[in-house]
């Protein structure tokens, strides 16, 4: 079952308000990925959980964040990012 699907819309606004919270430094490393980000603003991957939705049970724990592992993929598809350190640091750490 599919907890949560981040809809487009939701992505969009966390990214913008996440980029408006930038310091020079990471507004610069941000630029080295922006062709990717206009890829990934551009793909809406909404229609995705309707076509997957019978894939998963009903029952058991549910699947979350996969709108954000589609994205996770093709970013690293693009070629753009490979889990570089500092990405997941000021993510994640």
């Given at each position: 079952?599919?907890?949560h699907w981040t809809t487009h819309s939701e992505y969009i606004a966390f990214?913008?308000?996440?980029f408006s919270?930038?310091?020079?430094s990471q507004l610069k490393r941000w630029h080295s990925f922006?062709?990717?980000?206009?890829?990934?603003?551009s793909m809406n991957l909404d229609p995705l959980a309707e076509l997957?939705?019978?894939y998963y049970s009903n029952t058991g724990r549910p699947a979350i964040h996969q709108?954000?592992?589609?994205?996770s993929f093709a970013h690293s598809y693009d070629g753009s990012m490979f889990l570089k350190p500092?990405?997941?640091?000021?993510?994640?750490g």
């Amino acid at each position: 079952m599919l907890k949560h699907w981040t809809t487009h819309s939701e992505y969009i606004a966390f990214v913008s308000d996440s980029f408006s919270r930038f310091n020079p430094s990471q507004l610069k490393r941000w630029h080295s990925f922006a062709d990717s980000f206009d890829k990934l603003s551009s793909m809406n991957l909404d229609p995705l959980a309707e076509l997957l939705a019978p894939y998963y049970s009903n029952t058991g724990r549910p699947a979350i964040h996969q709108s954000e592992l589609f994205r996770s993929f093709a970013h690293s598809y693009d070629g753009s990012m490979f889990l570089k350190p500092y990405f997941l640091d000021s993510h994640f750490g």
